[in-house]
């Protein structure tokens, strides 16, 4: 009794025949559920190719023991689930989708143009079945895999000699997957193609069907097809090996060919079935024959073969004796031994083999592969090329002018490289649809539709948090890291952090979102960058990229330290209306070239980022600058990339995750367990689409807590508050005291909007605590204000005033007096010079 899968569960041939008859409805049911990420087939194939690699592993075992059963040789085995651990591999599933799709999260309904409320997406086909051929294993299962990256519902026909192989392979991914969205995208059938009722029933509401198989296998699926629904027909193609005279004759490349030959018995599309010579003269055609048939004969010997049907020897025998009676004629040569054969064919016209170590060898001068390859175009697949420089690149030319699909060297013909298009197209195009949504302006702040829709967030890995403090722990695979970046040091000693340019670029696209959302225009906001470069540091080329992705008008200017009016003046001559850039070197700039900027008034728009404007000092560029709108620019840290992102109803501190790229957990502080609701916690973020270094479970140094009611923006993404960092909570004087207070404190009392820092350090045997405020905006009276902060925060009022065990200091300091870091110039907000640090 045959055993089938479907959707998680494995069922008998009645229970089969049963469900067929809901098919309709079991797609329906699926297809309305909330979209299948790329990212969680690429999670659930990690964990597979992690028992592929591990001989111990009993899905290994099970696996190997079902291709056995197939009669599949040992030493092809090995091959095949070496091939699927290759194909499973994160970064070869990465690249894929991204060649094929764009991004590795294509079925978002995102903008392609900022300056448009247009959005596209790639959506599945819906039903999508797969007839897998017989002669490759691994193809079933991999189609499947491509029908799940594009989102599809899959049903999949094994062939008969299939021994459950394809649906034990599709389960272990279904189990790896802990969300259960792939097992109820998956449905694997063992029949036999005669058993046809069930083929039409399985068809019948495809949207589209991958079929493998000859011509009248082909036609056959096409007719039980319905109306509308697409044909993804993989087969059946011919490849040959082309060689010129000065490679005939090379020994290597003659044992690359038979190489390509013996491998897979030639069952491959990309195997070679006639090996072609650059010439007219059928004496150098036979000459080779013998050559190579002796190359062959001792490279057969070496390998382990598969032996043939019966009536796949009957077609060998059929041929063979053919080709020997036309020797008579002058027109053959037949080289033979046990398991090879090489046919020797003066005939030029491209003729398929047999099979299983048999290849004919033909001469086809250059100057006619169009006229005798062409009229067979849409059979053409894969061609080994052996030739010198010059001729590969003219002869490439040619071939593929001809129809051919491929072209690879001699030894190479059933390789492939991550991302490589099969039979001239990409499946995950062929499996998926290309749809967009055009709207009006009520969408101007609107990057990805499905931000309206859903609070998406993919589950986080199963692995311990690693802590800044352990940062390094991340790094211990750069292999991929291709772009360095240095943290400000802020927070512990300055660090490279790494990604690789496609983390780049889709960290890049999503800050580019959070503007728009925050309220940026590319169609009309004229931009000046003012974050800080140079040094390896991330702020500047970062905002720089986004706003390329924008499209909008940048002046690229950057901090400009002690040139305050230089970078005043440039913002007034090229009437720039939007500036980006740090809160500190913001409020200097102002303050510094105050004078022209009031005069000015044109600045409408800032967006920030790294540190936090008060409340205080947002009233004050409104009122003193006409500024209109100040938002953050994103959430994010040169270790975690962009995090967050404000709307325009985000109160300050308050952001939406990016969803798409992040997975936040926060956590109670003092163990690894969610925070209780509305608590303040830990922020523990998971890249999901980092490769430059995994980023899993890393704490990020900050402080907040969810909001769990709706935002009135109508995004249905996570938001959170941002609550400080962690070291804003330090311990002095044997109380915690958070410097987010002493900044309210300060605010409250006499309005101010400059900048506070707070210094630690001991005199003797007693802790001191010193507030440095900005001498320009702070009242010139100390006394009057330590008494002010002391009587708005009571911790510090019973460890300096009524204990004793603090002494509390007020200094007024110019603002070039601040200690900051010195790639960012970021303020740093708490100093503790003590010896024993408590903070």
């Not at 055993?3 to 309709?24: F, I, K, N, P």
């Not at 940062?471 to 690789?500: H, I, M, N, W």
């Not at 993404?717 to 915690?736: I, K, N, Y």
Request: aromatic content about 8%; glycine content about 8%; overall charge negative.
């Amino acid at each position: 009794m045959n055993q089938h899968y479907w959707q998680g569960e494995w069922v008998e041939d009645a229970e089969a025949d049963r469900r067929l008859s809901t098919l309709e409805e079991a797609t329906q049911a699926v297809l309305a559920k909330e979209p299948l990420s790329p990212l969680i087939v690429m999670a659930a194939a990690e964990r597979v190719v992690a028992h592929l690699q591990n001989p111990e592993s009993p899905v290994r075992q099970r696996l190997a023991q079902r291709l056995v059963d197939w009669s599949v040789p040992s030493e092809e085995i090995e091959q095949t689930l070496g091939g699927l651990s290759g194909a499973l591999a994160r970064p070869t599933i990465e690249k894929k989708v991204v060649r094929e799709l764009g991004s590795v999260d294509p079925n978002r309904l995102a903008r392609f143009d900022f300056r448009k409320q247009v959005f596209e997406a790639w959506v599945p086909v819906g039903l999508l079945a797969h007839i897998a051929p017989g002669n490759a294993p691994a193809a079933g299962a991999l189609s499947c895999l491509e029908g799940l990256l594009s989102g599809n519902l899959n049903v999949v026909k094994t062939s008969g000699e299939d021994s459950r192989f394809t649906a034990e392979l599709l389960s272990a991914l279904a189990e790896a997957d802990p969300t259960g969205q792939i097992a109820e995208r998956v449905i694997v059938l063992h029949f036999s193609s005669s058993r046809r009722e069930w083929l039409e029933r399985m068809c019948a509401p495809a949207d589209a069907v991958a079929a493998w198989g000859g011509e009248e296998a082909l036609a056959g699926v096409a007719s039980v097809l319905r109306p509308g629904c697409r044909l993804v027909d993989w087969g059946p193609k011919l490849s040959f090996a082309y060689l010129t005279s000065d490679s005939w004759s090379d020994e290597e490349i003659l044992r690359a060919v038979a190489a390509d030959v013996c491998a897979m018995d030639q069952q491959a599309c990309s195997s070679p079935q006639v090996v072609y010579l650059d010439t007219e003269n059928d004496a150098e055609v036979f000459a080779f024959a013998e050559r190579f048939a002796a190359v062959l004969d001792d490279l057969v010997s070496t390998v382990e073969r598969r032996e043939p049907s019966a009536p796949e020897w009957a077609e060998i025998t059929n041929t063979v004796l053919v080709t020997e009676l036309e020797q008579h004629l002058g027109l053959t040569k037949v080289h033979k031994g046990n398991d090879w054969r090489v046919l020797a064919d003066t005939r030029s016209a491209l003729r398929a083999s047999p099979l299983y170590r048999t290849v004919w060898v033909k001469s086809l001068a250059r100057k006619e592969i169009s006229a005798v390859l062409r009229p067979m175009r849409r059979y053409l697949q894969t061609v080994g090329l052996g030739a010198n420089r010059q001729d590969t690149a003219v002869l490439t030319r040619g071939l593929i002018a001809a129809g051919v699909q491929r072209v690879t060297v001699p030894g190479a013909m059933l390789g492939s490289y991550d991302g490589e298009p099969h039979d001239g197209v990409y499946a995950l195009q062929r499996y998926s649809r290309r749809v967009d949504v055009q709207l009006d302006e009520r969408f101007n702040r609107d990057a990805c539709l499905d931000d309206l829709v859903s609070a998406r967030q993919l589950p986080p890995p199963t692995v311990e948090v690693t802590t800044k403090a352990h940062f390094d722990q991340l790094q211990d695979d750069l292999s991929r890291a291709e772009v360095f970046f240095r943290s400000g040091g802020t927070s512990g000693a300055p660090k490279l952090s790494a990604f690789s340019w496609a983390d780049y670029d889709e960290h890049m696209r999503h800050g580019a979102e959070g503007m728009i959302a925050a309220g940026f225009d590319p169609r009309t906001d004229r931009t000046m960058n003012l974050f800080f470069g140079g040094q390896l540091y991330g702020g500047f080329p970062s905002f720089f990229s986004v706003l390329e992705r924008l499209e909008a008008v940048q002046y690229p200017m950057a901090g400009q330290q002690n040139e305050h009016e230089m970078v005043a003046k440039s913002i007034v001559d090229n009437k720039v209306d939007t500036l980006l850039g740090m809160p500190s070197y913001l409020l200097r700039l102002f303050d510094e070239a105050g004078e022209t900027l009031r005069a000015y008034r044109g600045v409408r728009k800032i967006f920030y980022g790294g540190e936090h404007f008060s409340e205080q000092q947002k009233r004050w560029f409104a009122e003193e600058f006409g500024v209109e709108l100040i938002r953050s620019a994103a959430y994010g840290s040169v270790d975690g990339g962009p995090l967050g992102y404000q709307c325009l109803e985000s109160p300050s501190r308050v952001h939406h995750l990016f969803a798409g790229i992040q997975t936040l957990e926060i956590l109670d502080q003092e163990a690894d367990r969610p925070a209780a609701p509305g608590e303040t916690g830990r922020l523990v973020f998971t890249a999901h689409t980092r490769r430059g270094q995994r980023l899993d479970r890393y704490e990020i140094g900050d402080l907040g807590r969810w909001l769990d009611e709706d935002c009135p923006c109508g995004r249905r993404t996570p938001r959170f508050e941002l609550l400080g960092r962690v070291g804003d909570v330090f311990r002095a004087g044997g109380h915690f005291l958070n410097y987010r207070r002493f900044v309210a404190a300060a605010g409250e009392a006499f309005d101010y909007t400059g900048e506070l820092q707070i210094v630690l350090d001991e005199v003797g045997d007693q802790e001191r605590l010193t507030i440095r405020l900005d001498r320009e905006r702070a009242p010139a009276d100390t006394d009057k204000v330590w008494t002010e902060v002391v009587q708005r925060y009571a911790d510090l009022e019973t460890s300096a005033v009524r204990d004793q065990l603090v002494s509390l200091h007020i200094e007024l300091v110019g603002a070039e007096d601040f200690k900051r870091t010195s790639t960012s110039g970021k303020l740093i907000a708490v100093v503790d010079s003590r010896e024993r640090n408590s903070a």
